[in-house]
């Protein structure tokens, strides 16, 4: 299973586009990226999904590069309502079973201020 | 996108009671699901997955004894802490996808159990 880094905090304010990078230099062919959210007390909720290049839906934007080594989330205009810890996560999604378990790394806090 | 849900939110028992936390996926079917557990502060580990008809693999270090975990129907695991002790206190968290290629995997909203 491929491993994640990411920064254990980021500050921003409010109305600002805040950019979340993870490396996973270990990924495999059939791994997909997926980026949870997660507020005090409740379970990740799903944020975005992605193989390769970008994609986009009405909350984030993911980006990853050809070799698929790391990849970026982009929050448009960040609210305090944002503030949260956001995982990157890698697995494969191609087949059931316990081949697509999730193993979480330590996230990233982002702070945001008004 | 896909509702899973927990029952229940939260929970208080004495020590040494079991409790059972149930984990359904509401509108898809799920052969996989998985148990997680979260400590204040700290990242969620994975505690074992669940597999319809079949034993539950469990993650290195997890008693399989104290978490009892049965996966009745493709929308329904359960996990049971046997003999609850305080520092059974924690978040479990469950998670299911669905079947085909690419499905995103759901998770629900948590169970808080504390243990007196």
């Known amino acids: 299973l491929a491993k994640t880094t990411q920064p254990i905090s980021m500050d921003s304010y409010e109305g600002q586009e805040v950019n979340i990078t993870c490396s996973h230099n270990?990924?495999?062919?059939?791994?997909?990226i997926t980026w949870y959210q997660q507020f005090p007390s409740q379970g990740p909720r799903f944020i975005i999904q992605g193989y390769k290049t970008k994609v986009t839906n009405e909350v984030a934007s993911l980006f990853i590069p050809a070799d698929r080594k790391s990849s970026t989330l982009s929050l448009p205009r960040v609210s305090l309502s944002d503030t949260a810890v956001y995982y990157c996560l890698v697995g494969d999604m191609w087949y059931g079973g316990a081949t697509n378990k999730l193993i979480f790394g330590t996230g990233t806090l982002l702070a945001v201020q008004p | 996108g896909a509702v899973v849900s927990q029952h229940p939110s939260w929970v208080i028992c004495k020590s040494g009671t079991s409790v059972k936390i149930e984990c359904r996926s509401l509108d898809f079917q799920a052969t996989t699901m998985f148990w997680y557990r979260q400590f204040p502060k700290q990242s969620l580990m994975l505690m074992a997955t669940s597999n319809e008809g079949s034993k539950a693999t469990y993650e290195q270090g997890v008693e399989k004894d104290k978490f009892l975990i049965n996966h009745a129907s493709l929308t329904l695991s359960t996990l049971t802490v046997t003999s609850a002790h305080p520092e059974d206190s924690s978040f479990y968290i469950c998670?299911?996808?669905?079947?085909?290629?690419?499905?995103?995997?759901?998770f629900g909203p948590g169970t808080r159990l504390t243990v007196l």
């Open positions: 998670s299911a996808r669905g079947e085909q290629p690419g499905d995103t995997q759901y």
């Open positions: 270990n990924i495999a062919t059939n791994d997909y």
